[in-house]
């Protein structure tokens, strides 16, 4: 591409340096893709992702949730790179089963984020490349979400967006549900269709403006009845 | 069980992370009449992105001990959780609390084995020991590392209780080192915030003051530092234990920090000749 850089101060073109072949390294890690996102409220959690599996400019699937339901009360989303995410889940759901048959209870959702932590930590020098976000109901009923970061740094927020399209929808979340950088406004608290309504409007701004997120969005609703899942179309291209 | 990484420093290959991780703060401590003061914004950063903006930097670990991190979120996470983890076991092995000084030295050997890898933590401990009683003394003694056994028990029990009490701050980090001082301050905002605790430290501060004092520094670096910002964290702690203060935001004091300026500069206005 011709820019600034390549024409000299007379206006004439540089020469063309050839910097000579570089050695690519086998890196273990790819890119996948995706967008997680994860709204608690008072007595509802909701952790919704879109559905595209990507590597580089192609896309490998166009049906690939990323939400995987871990309890009835706890559900995780998981985006980065796809592998990991797939054998996180499996090491999780084997801690899971373990844990239910040693102490003859299912793991709190609270528990399930503190595991998760050390699970993480354990590979802090070949790190699971993967944005965490696990959304549930805690024990007393109230919506909860724990954030990750890939070496298990974690925190339990009440909104939280993940992957590629992050950066772009957590301040829009921050703004629409934490009444941020607003003068004035009365902070209603958020009822779970107005959630829904708004996970559904913020993925249809991701799938815009980023190119890994797009194809499906599937929404994993989780109140004490159990979890609800809908799935919304998002844009293909 | 939260299990330790092995150290994987004597691996030749080591893997490039596609992601970066969470760094760049502003904490503070130091030591007055009236305690020991530890300070610290709530910003985490990931490369150029603020990846969390409230974060918890400074975390109890006893009722007389509160340790302020920096450095990478995840690493100063897990080791102040294994931390707490160690204390609670030397106290119920040994059924006497760990002195500061002994925890400092227990986290840097933990902390050694990484010396060299990837793993960034800088702890600084602050806390309360509280007085032994002379016969506890008598009976650890013989632990107690920095005496000779040539010099009387009399003189080591006299030193050592004005030693082993009353407020420490000691500084721990990864590269190995472990500091005992009056005033630290660690992180990539901590420039600003020496400049401004330098200017007005004293021994005599009072509670308000010194308070005001680690706010105002925090303040001044987070406004400079662009890894440093949002809110402010203060843990105060005395001979009966830590106090937290609610969360401020750095927001409103900038906000009052201008309407300060904009006074002032009014007056200089009016006492120009004309």
Known sequence: MLSAQNFGESGKMKEYHYTGPVEHRFSPYAFNGGTVLAVAGEDFAIVASDTRLSEGYSIHSRDSPKCYKLTDTTVIG??????????????????????????????????????????????????????????????QGKGAVYSFDPVGSYQRDTYKAGGSASAMLQPLLDNQIGFKNMEGVEHVPLSKDKAVQLVKDVFISAAERDVYTGDALRICIITKEGIQEQNIPLRKD | MTQIPSSQASQSVSVRRPFPLSHGTTTLGFIFQGGVIAAADTRASAGGLVACPAVHKI?????????????????????????????????????????????????????????????????????????????????????????????????????????????????????????????????????????????SLRWSLSKEEAISLAREAVFRATHRDAYSGNNVDLFHVTAEGWKQRQREDLKEEYYRDMEKKGKKIDLKMQKLPK
């Open chain 1, 78 to 139: 998981c985006s980065g790179f796809h592998g990991d995410c797939l054998t996180l889940t499996k090491i999780i759901d084997a801690r899971l089963k373990m844990y239910k048959h040693s102490n003859n209870k299912t793991m709190t959702s609270g528990a399930i984020a503190a595991m998760l932590s050390t699970i993480l930590y354990s590979r802090r020098f070949f790190p699971y490349y993967v944005y965490n976000i696990i959304g549930g109901l805690d024990e």
């Open chain 2, 59 to 199: 975390t109890p670990i006893h009722s007389h001990l509160v340790v302020t991190s920096s450095g990478s979120g995840a690493d100063c996470m897990l080791w102040e959780r294994i931390l707490i983890r160690e204390i609670r076991l030397y106290q119920l092995r040994h059924k006497r609390r760990l002195s500061i000084r002994g925890t400092a030295k227990l986290l840097s050997f933990m902390l050694h084995p990484f010396k060299g890898t990837d793993v960034c933590v800088a702890l600084t401990l602050c806390g309360w020991d509280k007085d032994d009683s002379v016969e506890n003394l008598e009976e650890t003694l013989g632990t107690t590392d920095d005496c000779s056994p040539s010099v009387s028990k009399d003189v080591l029990s006299k030193t050592n209780l004005q030693c082993c009490s009353g407020p420490k701050l000691i500084y721990v980090c990864s590269d190995g080192a472990r500091l005992q001082g009056d005033i630290f301050s660690v992180g990539s905002g901590s420039p600003y915030a020496y400049g401004v605790l330098d200017g």
